[in-house]
């Protein structure tokens, strides 16, 4: 019987609904519930509204209850349905099993998630005391999103005078100055940035008066922000998302309005200093730098927050590598990687020694801002999934502050979470492993020592065995004595003497200095490994054995130093000339002074004895870009001239590209490369690598692009009108301007080859073309010298689409024939087809080789060079080589990502260049494959500049290479041969 009754009133339930029924003020219905106060009422009647509303539940339809209540108006009650998206939030409890992950736009994988690989994070539900201020270095935060707007940090005075402000601003009685002059300086609370209701913006323009950069206009166009600050403070409240801690308050910085800010390290230090002065107990900072653009100011605010006792954690980045990146390798930091659902390192993360932790960092939900819309979620435009060590970071964060709002200390908080990491999933050098709030709980917070080593330790180059290496140790918890100390070299071509010492004392937050002697059999590799035993801890240390490039280094004698006449002052650079017609035993260089947008420049040239700089010449024009740097006899004279190229914008977008010259005594030459040394660029847009090749007694700049054609003709009533733009042959004449060669109109011009040295000083060029479409294309090859001359068909023994890849130049040792490449971009995990194409006797021989894709998740982006029998390639994270004869495949981390070129190909071995500027060190490297050891960094041209000098890059002059550097103070300039 109960069972019966229980099952009705289940049915009854079920049936029931609820309605609003509109009826008189001084009436009332029978079971209902009033809507509307008194005082309400009383308002609403003010405003010409006279009823009052009920809600009642009934199990009867709508039309019976319309019979009970014929006078009145009914409607049903339409609930709001708040989403619960936690189900979607892997990272706070991973149920594991198969699932979908979005690889690219359009491709998908299946993959077994691992159950508990998440941040453990549900365990603790013990009440948090102290309110933590947490502060959000990033895109800004859209502070009125639903999820959000009750936990900015708000100032109500100052909100106030700010919203006050903004109403004399929209009053048009009053002048704006006087607005600025009674509210835009108010600062209520004294912390020098007027008006901060909602945080501060330093990327916005100061208001009037005001001395301090930004203003307290708070939003995120991007989202970035938006995303972290969910993770971190999101309630929960069965609605939306959770995010980790349940006791903080965010304090927005907006530090960057895009994602290519220009040089915004200033702004991130300023971003830093504000939190600092505002309370904020935690600092989130999910962004990164190169080397490069790393500063001292950066450097003593993250000293400063460490002093005051505030956490920092930070994001590793994304580029898959194991070098370092800043803020990551900042000592006092927490630096946060990313790992998937299995728990393993997620294949974009930065991972190694200058990583502590890694958290969830893959399709995490979290809030969006509400005037953006979504591209993943489309459930709910509030929210998105986005993927990164970004993400991962604030994870890290939210768990800090849990942690300092029971009452642990930063260092503790972080004692905890580096001693509770769970193990890593896979063999890297990071150095603690997947964070575990629930084993972070549990760990004892007394003592901890690890190796202050998050930029690798360095070793100097040196042609002796003999040589040391420091190492760094920290103690994060309480003093210790009497520590035992071992160093262990990883490489059997380096062994550590004395390898074991003690620590008399460490005191409490204290940092020593060990040295420890090396004997260093081999100076092959310049990346090394050793493992730091601390008690019964092991860590991995890294090292980089670097050849440190200064003025005077005479007892270097592998270098070459020549000395330098003039001045070359400071903010100049050196880009070199591209030796075309008579190649000469050093590079010419020009010298570019730029200052307050104003470029002078000047030719340094090399004398047979010294360098010589010439007269400067100031450009009228503001912010130039150079684009090309070539030496050749132009008009034939027997004289060599200095043809430099660079493009100016207006301020309508136009570009216009310009020549100068100079002579061989370095003064400029009144010589015209097109109609007053200009070109408009309107029919078809000059590019920076075109070929000098010669026509009617001199050397012209030719090009294949596409546009419209640039020879102007009658146009013939007798012939249908040609498709105004197409690829053409172009070169620019001195009096005419743009030009094209003509030459069949079926014919499609594809690509120039690469020349031959001989080629280049001859002024001679092959290019391809093609005939036909899809599978019946024909490949025609052309000869350019003065005008197209001749033409032979290319015989395919396979069908390779050559129209679409660009050519690329392959390492030919012999430099008996020209030599040339094309290449397809594989799909997603798909191989490589590479056609390898030479000229031998104007014969186009060529030769198809199959790439394979050994790499799960990663394309094949750049094939580097094709030589006899290897293969040079990037994929997304890694430089590789086939080896053809073995068909194995070797490979290594590549250190930047693959959005371009970054790596220079070396011609007179198998090998690549990374110049200093594009790696995220402060070194320039030259990779080199060697079949017995694989890829190897080679320790010989692993070069740090100091002392004032300056690397310019890799130089080719002759038959030979170098690497070259300025030191401007001591008027030198060095060079370092790539000779094995």
């Known amino acids: 019987m109960k069972l019966i009754l229980l099952a009705l009133l289940f049915t009854s339930n079920l049936l029931a609904a609820d309605f609003y029924v509109y009826h008189p003020v001084d009436q009332s219905i029978h079971g209902g519930k009033t809507i509307y106060s008194k005082h309400e009422l009383k308002s609403l009647q003010n405003l010409g509204i006279h009823y009052q509303v009920s809600r009642i539940s009934s199990d009867k339809n709508i039309k019976d209850l319309k019979a009970k209540y014929p006078n009145y108006k009914l409607e049903p009650v339409q609930n709001i349905e708040f989403y619960d998206y936690r189900s979607y939030q892997w990272y706070l409890n991973n149920p594991g099993g198969v699932i979908t992950r979005r690889i690219t736009d359009i491709d998908t994988q299946e993959i077994q998630a691992v159950a508990g690989e998440d941040i453990q994070n549900l365990h603790d539900t013990s009440e948090q005391t102290t309110k933590i201020r947490v502060a959000v270095i990033d895109s800004g935060v859209d502070i009125s999103h639903p999820e959000l707007r009750h936990l900015i940090v708000k100032k109500d005075e100052e909100c106030q005078l700010l919203q006050e402000y903004k109403q004399c601003l929209s009053d048009r009685s009053r002048e704006n100055s006087e607005c600025h002059q009674d509210f835009a300086t108010r600062d209520s609370d004294g912390d020098g940035y007027p008006l901060d209701c909602h945080g501060w913006s330093v990327t916005n323009s100061s208001y009037p008066g005001v001395e301090v950069t930004g203003n307290p206009e708070m939003d995120d166009q991007i989202g970035h922000g938006t995303h972290i600050a969910g993770l971190i403070a999101a309630p929960k409240d069965g609605t939306g998302i959770n995010g980790i801690s349940d006791n903080v308050e965010i304090l927005p910085v907006q530090v960057a309005m895009n994602s290519a800010t220009d040089n915004p390290i200033d702004n991130i230090a300023k971003g830093v200093l504000y939190a600092l002065k505002n309370g904020a107990k935690v600092i989130n900072l999910s962004l990164g730098w190169r080397f490069q653009f790393e500063t001292t100011l950066m450097r003593d605010m993250i000293r400063l927050a460490n002093q005051q006792g505030v956490a920092v954690i930070v994001a590793a980045g994304n580029d898959a590598h194991s070098d370092i990146s800043y803020p990551c390798a900042y000592d006092d930091v927490i630096c946060v990687g990313a790992h998937d659902q299995t728990g393993k390192l997620a294949s974009f993360s930065n991972r190694g020694t200058s990583v502590d932790l890694i958290a ?51 260092n503790q908080a972080k004692i905890k979470l580096f001693k509770g990491a769970r193990d890593k999933k896979e063999k890297s050098d990071i150095r603690f492993g997947n964070v575990d709030y629930k084993k972070a709980l549990s760990a004892k917070p007394d003592y901890f020592l690890y190796p202050a080593h998050k930029e690798a330790a360095l070793i100097l180059y040196k042609t002796e065995a003999e040589n040391n290496i420091r190492i760094k140790i920290k103690n994060l918890g309480q003093t210790q004595t009497q520590i035992p100390v071992e160093l262990i070299s990883s490489s059997s071509d380096i062994i550590v003497q004395n390898s074991q010492k003690t620590i008399a004392q460490i005191d409490s937050n204290e940092t020593i200095e060990i040295d420890f002697g090396l004997t260093i059999q081999s100076y092959l590799e310049s990346e090394q490994r050793f493992t730091l035993k601390l008690r019964d801890d092991e860590f991995i240390v890294r090292a980089n054995i670097v050849r440190v490039i200064r003025p005077n280094l005479k007892e270097d004698e592998q270098v070459q130093i020549e000395s330098l006449e003039g001045d070359l002052g400071q903010n100049t650079i050196l880009r070199p000339f591209e030796q075309i017609t008579e190649p000469s035993s050093r590079p010419d260089f020009l010298a570019v002074t730029t200052e307050n947008n104003t470029s002078s420049i000047a030719i340094l040239a090399f004398d047979g004895e010294e360098y010589k700089l010439g007269r400067k010449l100031t450009l009228r024009d503001v912010n130039p870009v150079f684009l090309n740097f070539s030496k050749l006899d132009v008009d034939i004279d027997g004289s060599q001239d200095y043809i430099v190229t660079y493009v100016v914008t207006d301020r309508d977008g136009n570009k216009t590209s310009k020549f100068i010259a100079f002579k061989e005594d370095l003064t400029p030459k009144r010589i015209f490369i097109a109609p007053n040394n200009q070109y408009d660029n309107k029919k078809t847009f000059l590019p920076g690598k075109f070929k000098w090749l010669k026509k009617s007694d001199r050397f012209v700049p030719y090009w294949i692009g596409f546009g419209e054609n640039g020879t102007e003709t009658p146009a013939s009533p007798w012939e249908p009108a040609r498709n105004p733009t197409s690829n053409y042959v172009y070169y620019l004449d001195p009096e005419l301007g743009l030009q094209n060669e003509s030459i069949n109109e079926e014919i499609i011009p594809l690509h120039f080859l690469y020349q031959s040295k001989q080629e280049l000083a001859a002024g001679r060029a092959f290019f391809i073309g093609s005939e036909g479409v899809g599978f019946l294309k024909n490949y025609i090859l052309f000869e350019v010298y003065n005008g197209v001359i001749s033409q032979t068909n290319v015989e395919l023994n396979q069908f390779f689409d050559l129209f679409e890849p660009r050519p690329l130049p392959l390492v030919d040792l012999s430099e008996t024939h020209s030599s040339h490449g094309f290449f397809n971009e594989s799909s997603n995990g798909g191989s490589q087809l590479i056609f390898k194409t030479y000229l031998q006797d104007k014969n186009l021989r060529s030769e198809l080789i199959r790439l394979s894709n050994i790499f799960e998740n990663e394309n094949i982006k750049f094939v580097k060079t094709v030589g006899e029998n290897t293969v040079f390639y990037q994929t997304d994270h890694k430089i590789a080589v086939f080896d053809r004869e073995s068909e194995s495949h070797f490979y290594r981390e590549s250190k930047v990502n693959a959005t371009r070129r970054r790596f220079e190909p070396i011609s007179h071995f198998e090998g690549l260049y990374l110049p200093a500027r594009e790696a995220p060190n402060f070194t320039s490297e030259v990779f080199r494959y ?11 041209f ?20 170098s690497l070259a550097f300025v030191c401007a103070a001591e008027n030198q300039i060095i060079f370092l041969p790539l000779s094995l």
């Open 360 to 410: 969830p960092g893959v399709d995490i939900l979290s809030t969006w801002p509400t005037q953006i819309r979504s591209r993943l979620f489309t459930q709910d435009y509030n929210y998105e999934f986005m993927s990164g060590t970004s993400q991962a970071a604030p994870l890290v964060s939210g768990m800090v502050a849990k942690l300092m709002s029971r009452g642990f200390s930063a």
């Open 942 to 961: 692993r070069t740090l500049a100091i002392g004032g000098c300056e690397s310019i890059g890799k130089i080719a002059s002759n038959d030979s290479e």
């Open 930 to 940: 060697i079949p017995d050891r694989g890829i190897v960094s080679l320790a010989s």
